[in-house]
């Protein structure tokens, strides 16, 4: 499959936010576009910092290339811009094509991580103080883009990620456009708000989609440009102008400032196994809530997120008790 990582991650790799980043092939030369390098001075492990932003192994706005390089695909407010980064030597190469080209490669640096402060992270586990040790190259990434992960976030509310990936990659195909340049076979750039407001509701359904997530997708585009406003406030202040939206909730707000703003404090409530995982990592109990959990990160405080995500990314998690939630799909109704 087209995009496919290997091995096929599973639900907690991806919220650990780490994809394999191939290298050694030689990559066929391309048409040249907008190109920036930049030396970061620590290091840099691509898979980890932009891992997060993958929505699935078959996203449309997401890619690894077998030259090692990392692809993205944009809907920037300069327009719609095709990003590829790549690590030679310790630097990082940066080229863009498109409309929005310019536009990212200005906030290159930021994209992988340099607004982040992981030294201001002090570990209290020794599961996490080795983790962090084992994944130096690990950062938070900063997008400044609030609609390309809200969408998304709110198609994973309530379901499998299987469905939620499915739906995003059925919709960014269907209506969203071919990324600019020389970007990888079916690459897309995610649709406009108006396309988004315009999709007729009966291709909401073949995707999978309930009219509830539906609706708060409609409701959130109606207002995006007053969303995408919220890149300029603290973390916490642009939770609360996410949550205004009827059907963002904190769950879902998390998850977008996570990756918009590289919030480092923005811990996810009300997931379905983060708390399980974080309590059995930190103090053997797999059936842990968001109150045992908040209280295990307490000690973070200002990192919970940063300490969530290396918790997840050390592999401690507790062992299946019952069979995978079966995939559904509402489109067959």
Same mark, same amino acid.
């Given at each position: 499959?087209?995009?496919?990582?290997?091995?096929?991650?599973?639900?907690?790799?991806?919220?650990?936010?780490?994809?394999?980043?191939?290298?050694?092939?030689?990559?066929?030369?391309?048409?040249?576009?907008?190109?920036?390098?930049?030396? *970061?001075?620590?290091?840099?492990?691509?898979?980890?910092?932009?891992?997060?932003?993958?929505?699935?192994?078959?996203?449309?706005?997401?890619?690894?290339?077998?030259?090692?390089?990392?692809?993205?695909? /944009?809907?920037?407010? &300069?327009?719609?811009?095709?990003?590829?980064?790549?690590?030679?030597?310790?630097?990082?190469?940066?080229?863009?094509?498109?409309?929005?080209?310019?536009?990212?490669?200005?906030?290159?640096?930021?994209?992988?991580?340099?607004?982040?402060?992981?030294?201001?992270?002090?570990?209290?586990?020794?599961?996490?103080?080795?983790?962090?040790?084992?994944?130096?190259?690990?950062?938070?990434?900063?997008?400044?883009?609030?609609?390309?992960?809200?969408?998304?976030?709110?198609?994973?509310?309530?379901?499998?990620?299987?469905?939620?990936?499915?739906?995003?990659?059925?919709?960014?195909?269907?209506?969203?456009?071919?990324?600019?340049?020389?970007?990888?076979?079916?690459? /897309?750039?995610?649709?406009?708000?108006?396309?988004? &407001?315009?999709?007729?509701?009966?291709?909401?359904?073949?995707?999978?989609?309930?009219?509830?997530?539906?609706?708060?997708?409609?409701?959130?585009?109606?207002?995006?440009?007053?969303?995408?406003?919220?890149?300029?406030?603290?973390?916490?202040?642009?939770?609360?102008?996410?949550?205004?939206?009827?059907?963002?909730?904190?769950?879902?707000?998390?998850?977008?400032?996570?990756?918009?703003?590289?919030?480092?404090?923005?811990?996810?409530?009300?997931?379905?196994?983060?708390?399980?995982?974080?309590?059995?990592?930190? &103090?053997?109990?797999?059936?842990?809530?968001?109150?045992?959990?908040?209280?295990?990160?307490?000690?973070?405080?200002?990192?919970?997120?940063?300490?969530?995500?290396?918790?997840?990314?050390?592999?401690? &998690?507790?062992?299946?008790?019952? *069979?995978?939630?079966?995939?559904?799909?509402?489109?067959?109704?």
């Amino acid at each position: 499959m087209a995009g496919r990582f290997a091995p096929r991650p599973t639900r907690t790799t991806v919220r650990g936010g780490h994809v394999v980043v191939p290298g050694g092939v030689p990559r066929p030369a391309a048409a040249p576009g907008r190109t920036r390098t930049w030396t *970061p001075p620590w290091p840099l492990d691509l898979g980890l910092v932009l891992g997060p932003l993958r929505r699935g192994p078959g996203d449309p706005t997401f890619r690894t290339t077998p030259d090692g390089s990392v692809w993205r695909a /944009c809907r920037t407010p &300069a327009g719609p811009g095709t990003l590829r980064v790549a690590m030679r030597g310790g630097a990082v190469h940066g080229e863009a094509w498109g409309a929005g080209g310019e536009w990212l490669l200005d906030r290159l640096p930021e994209l992988l991580g340099a607004l982040d402060d992981p030294e201001a992270f002090e570990p209290r586990h020794r599961l996490v103080a080795v983790t962090r040790h084992r994944r130096p190259g690990l950062r938070l990434t900063r997008t400044g883009l609030v609609l390309e992960s809200l969408i998304p976030s709110v198609l994973e509310q309530k379901v499998t990620t299987d469905e939620a990936y499915r739906a995003w990659r059925l919709l960014v195909r269907k209506y969203g456009e071919p990324a600019p340049g020389p970007a990888p076979e079916r690459m /897309c750039v995610m649709p406009a708000a108006r396309t988004w &407001a315009l999709i007729p509701s009966w291709e909401w359904h073949r995707a999978g989609v309930d009219n509830k997530r539906a609706s708060t997708i409609l409701r959130a585009v109606r207002v995006a440009a007053r969303l995408e406003e919220a890149v300029s406030f603290e973390p916490a202040r642009a939770q609360a102008r996410l949550e205004l939206v009827s059907g963002v909730g904190p769950w879902t707000s998390a998850e977008v400032v996570q990756r918009s703003h590289g919030a480092a404090d923005s811990v996810t409530v009300g997931d379905l196994h983060l708390p399980g995982i974080v309590g059995y990592a930190l &103090a053997g109990d797999r059936d842990a809530d968001d109150s045992v959990m908040l209280s295990l990160l307490a000690p973070y405080a200002g990192q919970r997120h940063r300490a969530a995500r290396l918790i997840l990314l050390s592999g401690r &998690a507790p062992a299946r008790r019952v *069979p995978k939630m079966p995939r559904g799909d509402i489109g067959r109704l």
